[in-house]
């Protein structure tokens, strides 16, 4: 009878064996899974300052978790990016000048939907096979992390209505200074792709080991503009 309910004697000693080693597995296997969480659960929240000529201005990147990528949250748009920050989606808000704007991605082409500057809007863009990248920094930082040393993809203007292609081409590593402190970089020279490319270009110098932007310089306008220079807030 004692066998049979497991009370004292050679059944009750295995089972006490049983259940220490099942505890022991599953507090094992919980130290496993805490120590290879993922930080991509933290909201990210990047600082710059953008300077052009005279003029300056503190400029904010709010990335969130979105699935395996990222919800990137500004004043007046939203986009939603993969987790090689291609863009998925783009929405872009501004009641004050009668827009409000959505760009998707579908197979080889961008829908955009909604009015622009008060006008109806419905247009496809073909893509020709490249990824799009609305953001083109984080595209950058991707390519850095990656180890690649050249990337092509598209990014929207919908202020001419034109979808861009562009190419980044990794530069090595140089020293930049930003407010006095000196940092190694990862230098990566963007311009416009094809027969286009000596009509514009930008230097970018990212960390070496997150990619994140540290430092860049283009001329945004006619001969004779001014550069703008953005550098990350410490």
Request: net charge neutral; hydrophobic share 40%.
């Given at each position: ?13 295995r089972?006490?064996?049983?259940r ?27 600082q ?34 993969n ?9 872009w ?7 409000d ?7 080889g ?30 595209r ?19 202020g001419s ?23 190694t970089?990862?230098?990566?020279h ?26 860049s ?18």
């Amino acid at each position: 009878m004692i066998r049979e309910l497991g009370m004292g004697g050679q059944p009750a000693r295995r089972a006490r064996r049983e259940r220490h080693l099942h505890c022991l597995i599953l507090g094992v296997m919980f130290c496993f899974l805490f120590s290879t969480w993922s930080p991509l659960a933290a909201e990210e929240i990047r600082q710059y300052r953008k300077t052009t000529g005279d003029r300056s201005v503190l400029t904010e990147l709010r990335l969130v978790p979105e699935g395996t990528g990222w919800r990137e949250i500004g004043e007046h748009s939203e986009l939603v990016e993969n987790a090689d920050f291609a863009t998925l989606y783009w929405e872009w808000r501004d009641p004050g000048a009668g827009t409000d704007l959505l760009v998707t991605a579908g197979a080889g082409v961008l829908h955009a939907e909604g009015r622009l500057r008060g006008k109806s809007l419905s247009r496809e863009f073909p893509t020709n096979g490249l990824p799009w990248a609305q953001n083109q920094e984080l595209r950058l930082e991707w390519l850095v992390r990656s180890g690649l040393e050249r990337t092509v993809f598209c990014s929207f203007d919908p202020g001419s209505m034109t979808l861009y292609e562009f190419e980044a081409t990794a530069r090595g590593r140089e020293l930049v200074s930003i407010n006095g402190r000196n940092f190694t970089a990862s230098k990566v020279h963007l311009n416009l792709n094809g027969l286009l490319a000596p009509f514009w270009g930008a230097d970018y110098w990212l960390d070496p080991l997150t990619g994140h932007l540290l430092k860049s310089r283009a001329i945004n306008g006619h001969p004779g503009t001014p550069p703008t220079v953005v550098e990350a807030v410490f």
